[in-house]
């Protein structure tokens, strides 16, 4: 079994982009400047926001963060990013989800300018991923296939299982992984809440991708040996032993399926730190895709 290290392989992503910055900066160029936005007080959100924050202090980009309360409302949340689509000096925008239930997540995403939509979830760009064209991949998939670039793991011909079809992460990985290219050129299951014969699917598969937000839900009893094993999953689960009150577990019990399986992502330290290399790699794109290549 090896270990797919997400520590490891975003450190690698964001040692190059720190060579880039500082080389748009001896020319003179503008550097990339993502501006993040955080509706409430949600821990977990807080969490993400402030680690996206860091990383892009740590590597040379610009960043904003702009807090809104919980209680804001739709219209102010929606004139708050349209300053940010006019604003020349942002290259890219992202708002934290989930958002409170009286703002829609639609409206919100269908507002970021597709060019700014580091998050990859605007439908231009979703629509471009679909037909294989240059855009802005949802970070977390993204993060994955350049795990698995990393790696040089040879995914061509294999059946991979996903399991979950949200829009930020089951369902563009499916995307991804049927594309013609490489990684890729996999034949894909795509697997939710309805899906009969999970095990069995699961069974069947050369890679499992687990994205559905149930700590420890894929056993050893539904691993095939030497399948390759993704796991996005990141709960929040009560431990008292902790300093924080809560320890994260992934959706796959790893003590059981580690060694059944070829290679694993732990949590944390997996597709975690990849899911923000990738968000950087996008607004490193689009700060080079808006200011031409000459600034
Ligand atoms: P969602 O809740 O939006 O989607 C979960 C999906 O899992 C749904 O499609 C749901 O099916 C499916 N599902 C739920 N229960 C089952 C089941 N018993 N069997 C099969 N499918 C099931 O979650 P997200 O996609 O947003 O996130 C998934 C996990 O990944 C979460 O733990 C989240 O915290 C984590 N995450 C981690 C990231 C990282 O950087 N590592 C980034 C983003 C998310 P249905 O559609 O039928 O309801």
Do not use: W
């Not at 703002?103 to 990859?120: F, L, M």
């Not at 992460?169 to 594309?179: A, N, Y």
Request: glycine content about 8%; charged content about 20%.
């Amino acid at each position: 079994m090896e270990l797919l290290d997400g520590q490891l392989t975003s450190r690698a992503i964001k040692d190059a982009l720190t060579l880039q910055v500082a080389q748009l900066k001896t020319e003179g160029k503008k550097v990339p400047h993502l501006a993040a936005v955080l509706v409430g007080n949600n821990g977990a959100s807080e969490t993400y926001v402030g680690a996206k924050v860091k990383a892009c202090a740590e590597i040379g980009f610009s960043s904003t963060l702009l807090r809104l309360e919980e209680s804001v409302s739709e219209n102010k949340l929606l004139s708050v990013i349209e300053e940010l689509n006019n604003d020349i000096d942002i290259d890219g925008i992202l708002v934290q989800l989930p958002l409170p239930k009286h703002i829609s997540d639609e409206k919100v995403i269908n507002a970021i300018h597709p060019s700014k939509d580091v998050d990859g979830f605007h439908p231009e760009n979703v629509g471009r991923m679909v037909q294989g064209l240059s855009t802005f991949v949802p970070a977390t998939p993204h993060g994955i296939m350049l795990m698995l670039e990393h790696y040089k793991i040879d995914t061509r011909g294999k059946h991979a299982v996903v399991v979950g079809r949200s829009n930020i992460v089951g369902r563009p990985m499916s995307i991804l992984l049927s594309g013609n290219s490489n990684p890729g050129n996999c034949t894909v299951t795509i697997c939710h809440s309805h899906t009969r014969n999970l095990q069995e699917l699961c069974l069947q598969a050369d890679i499992i991708v687990a994205a559905l937000g149930k700590p420890e839900f894929v056993t050893a009893s539904m691993v095939k040996k030497g399948a390759i094993i993704i796991d996005v999953g990141i709960t929040r689960v009560p431990d008292a032993s902790k300093k924080s009150g809560f320890a994260l577990k992934g959706d796959v019990n790893f003590k059981e399926v580690a060694p059944l399986a070829s290679y694993i992502t732990p949590v944390p330290g997996g597709v975690g730190p990849m899911t923000i290399a990738a968000l950087l790699k996008n607004t490193y794109q689009a700060c080079i895709t808006r200011n031409g290549d000459g600034n």
